[in-house]
């Protein structure tokens, strides 16, 4: 399984992305799916998973601000970024956790200029 994030890129703060993760094959076998982010310096962190049935969570402190999506016929899970700060800026990566196994994609950029 392939997961191609996209999306990523330079915004001011208080602006917005929508990063768009594809998978190679279909989402309906996962688990969940999700994304991490990792600023320079600190580990891997949650920011958004959306498991089989629907249900999402989120990191408390971005809640309000980061929605998670998906759109199963397409295979693509999305995160709408609104009211970015600069501590949101990292990579980003989508993840999806599969019967067996999980997987990563290669992650996008994002960076939030103050």
């Known amino acids: 399984v392939q997961l191609q994030a996209s999306g990523g890129g330079l915004v001011q703060a208080g602006g917005s992305l929508r990063l768009s993760c594809a998978a190679s094959r279909s989402i309906f076998s996962f688990n969940a799916m999700g994304w991490y982010r990792q600023a320079p310096g600190k580990q891997r962190e949650l920011v958004a998973t959306i498991a089989s049935g629907g249900g999402t969570k989120y990191q408390d402190s971005l809640k309000g601000r980061f929605t998670i999506s998906r759109d199963m016929i397409k295979k693509m899970v999305y995160l709408q970024m609104n009211s970015l700060k600069p501590e949101d800026t990292g990579v980003y990566y989508c993840?999806?956790?599969?019967?067996?196994?999980?997987?990563w994609g290669q992650g996008t950029q994002v960076t939030v200029s103050s």
């Open positions: 993840h999806a956790v599969g019967p067996l196994s999980d997987y």
